[in-house]
């Protein structure tokens, strides 16, 4: 583990053991996201990824904006941007999966597309061989993320999610459903992340527009999200993911 990853599971941890002395339902997102980390700091050492280096800064970047989030909301519950006031606010009672579906909602519509374009830099955009190369590793953390569906389901309902024999049914199904909706997010982000890089480039009011529109597009999923039922399915329906408005019309993908 490097010293970075290192340092951002200390953080992890520390902030879990606080959430769980307060039971704070936060603590199943928290729980889920530590474990992922660490499953995909075993990749990297496992040589899963072209570039390693690269994959461990954007790692550690990513999960800092969830938790610099988590830690203003703990200190000001109206402070965090929008989806995750969405996804920190909903109700203690529901079930840890939701919890735990409702932040990974905000975290990759909103806050993947922004660490992207944080370290991929304009020369990387520029370079079709370097950017392909980052859209592979991209798109293996998939691999990382499907292999942790059936540990998080035996993880969460150890933390108390009570399964009904409809639940135990569905199960299978319901990975499935993981895994789709992990492929379509994950094209939908890197179309976001074009979008936001191409706004750098005009200037940082024109980026900071469009992550507004970014952080509208989000909230609103998460809080369609909220409406319960069957959500993973409902899901593999109609997407996870959010496309930001397309430029010069009010079109977007939701």
Same mark, same amino acid.
């Given at each position: ?54 994959? &461990?800064?954007? *790692?550690? *970047? ?28 909903? *109700? ?27 370290? @991929? ?13 980052? =859209? ?12 942790? @569906? ?38 939908? @982000?890197?179309?976001? &992340? @074009? ?31 909220? =409406? ?27």
């Amino acid at each position: 583990m490097t010293a970075p990853v290192e340092e951002l599971v200390g953080r992890m941890r520390a902030l879990l053991e606080e959430l769980e002395a307060d039971g704070d339902p936060g603590r199943f997102f928290l729980g889920t996201y530590l474990r992922t980390t660490e499953a995909v700091d075993a990749a990297i050492d496992g040589g899963l990824f072209e570039d390693p280096d690269w994959v &461990t800064a954007w *790692d550690v *970047d990513f999960a800092e904006f969830y938790l610099d989030a988590l830690e203003a909301h703990r200190r000001d519950p109206a402070s965090p941007p929008a989806p995750w006031r969405a996804a920190f606010g909903t *109700d203690p009672r529901t079930r840890p999966e939701g919890h735990v579906l409702l932040g990974m909602n905000a975290h990759i519509n909103f806050d993947l597309p922004q660490s992207l374009v944080r370290v @991929v830099p304009p020369a990387d955009f520029a370079d079709p061989a370097v950017l392909e190369r980052r =859209r592979r590793d991209h798109e293996r953390i998939d691999a990382v993320l499907a292999g942790r @569906v059936a540990h998080e389901d035996v993880a969460l309902q150890a933390a108390g999610s009570r399964r009904t024999v409809v639940d135990r049914v569905m199960a299978g199904a319901n990975r499935t459903a993981a895994r789709v909706l992990l492929r379509e997010s994950r094209r939908r @982000v890197w179309a976001n &992340t @074009v979008a936001l890089h191409e706004a750098r480039l005009v200037g940082p009011e024109e980026h900071a527009r469009r992550v507004a529109q970014l952080e509208e597009v989000s909230a609103a999923r998460v809080a369609d999200l909220r =409406r319960g039922g069957p959500v993973l399915l409902r899901l593999a329906l109609f997407g996870f993911g959010v496309e930001l408005p397309r430029e010069g019309g009010d079109d977007q993908v939701t």
